[in-house]
């Protein structure tokens, strides 16, 4: 199975519409263009970028909330229902992102706050040095929170759960610098990303991105074992990262993530519900077609339900009869 979606050299607005069916799109991932002459930032904060690809796309200021309106419609359009969407904002244009999302559907879960290093230097006032991230779920399905895929119930250290602050909605996460490196002006890190993919899918998902820009969404999702997609506008962009997302290997970030310690399994002895073993199948089957194997998928299956691998197994040898 290929983990490569469909990548557009395209508008996303349009794009969507042509490419990417109602109710299809399990978790949206996306950092829009910020509407703030992000294509003339080195001239105000001094910033070197010999490596630094051409072709940034801006969004003028007057533009800003109909084109916030416009590609939110979309994603609401192509997300399933209890699909997840993360959207990456500054402050500048929050308030027309929040309105676009008003026009919706989608839920509000959780805003979120990602504190980075190396904000901008002012001295008449507060240095600026977070992020905006707005999760929203679409209404009308179960949606994708896998709570104790990196920390257990039970892990704690000398300042508490290890859980509960993971899952806190104030993030510390450092940007990447890659000096002597092609790359955009605007890259999501990669530890970012794979917290909000893990959190937010289950392998064999499909990830999209609207604004791909640098391809780190899609290249952490396949880095997952989930199926990415996405669009980008700059042909810059898009020619240079096309090659690079390709060599990508599916699965290469697995062994990277930290195994969760489950002293006592969420869901240990509690009776299954007809609903949860109907998930269960259909999850079990999803994971033989990417994996082929019985073994891995009740692994897969065990962390994700928070129960024995011997009580699934049981309940997929019933189901399966």
């Known amino acids: 199975m290929s983990n490569a979606g469909g990548f557009y050299n395209e508008d996303c607005i349009e794009g969507c519409k042509r490419h990417v069916p109602d109710n299809s799109v399990d978790l949206i991932i996306t950092d829009p263009p910020y509407g703030i002459q992000g294509d003339t930032l080195h001239q105000h904060y001094n910033r070197k970028e010999g490596f630094v690809l051409d072709g940034y796309i801006e969004v003028p200021a007057e533009e800003y909330a109909d084109f916030s309106t416009a590609w939110i419609a979309q994603a609401a359009r192509i997300l399933k229902p209890g699909g997840s969407i993360y959207i990456v904002s500054g402050y500048t244009n929050l308030a027309h992102i929040l309105n676009a999302l008003r026009t919706t559907s989608l839920k509000e879960i959780n805003h979120i706050i990602w504190k980075y290093n190396f904000g901008v230097h002012t001295r008449r006032k507060y240095v600026s040095s977070h992020y905006h991230i707005l999760y929203y ?122 195994i969760p310690e489950q002293a006592e399994l969420a869901n240990q002895g509690n009776p299954w519900t007809e609903e949860e073993r109907e998930r269960l199948w259909l999850r079990y089957e999803s994971l033989i077609r990417i ?26 040898q019933e189901i399966g009869k």
Not at 180 to 185: E, L, P
Not at 249 to 255: E, R, S, V
């Open 137 to 258: 779920v679409k209404p009308g399905g179960r949606a994708t929170f896998n709570a104790y895929c990196r920390f257990g119930a039970d892990e704690k250290d000398d300042k508490g759960s290890l859980n509960y602050r993971d899952r806190e909605d104030v993030w510390i996460i450092k940007r990447e610098y890659k000096p002597g490196q092609r790359k955009n002006k605007n890259e999501l890190p990669t530890k970012l990303l794979t917290k909000l993919i893990q959190y937010s899918s289950n392998e064999g998902d499909l990830v999209c991105d609207l604004f791909l820009g640098s391809f780190s969404t899609a290249k952490v999702a396949i880095g997952l074992n989930r199926r990415a997609m996405g669009f980008e506008k700059s042909k810059i962009a898009f020619d240079y990262q096309i090659g690079e997302v390709r060599k990508v290997a599916p699965g290469c970030l697995l062994p990277s993530l930290r």
């Open 291 to 316: 994996h082929g194997t019985k073994k891995r998928a009740i692994e897969i299956l065990s962390g994700e339900f928070g129960r024995g691998r011997f009580a699934v197994a049981k309940v997929v």
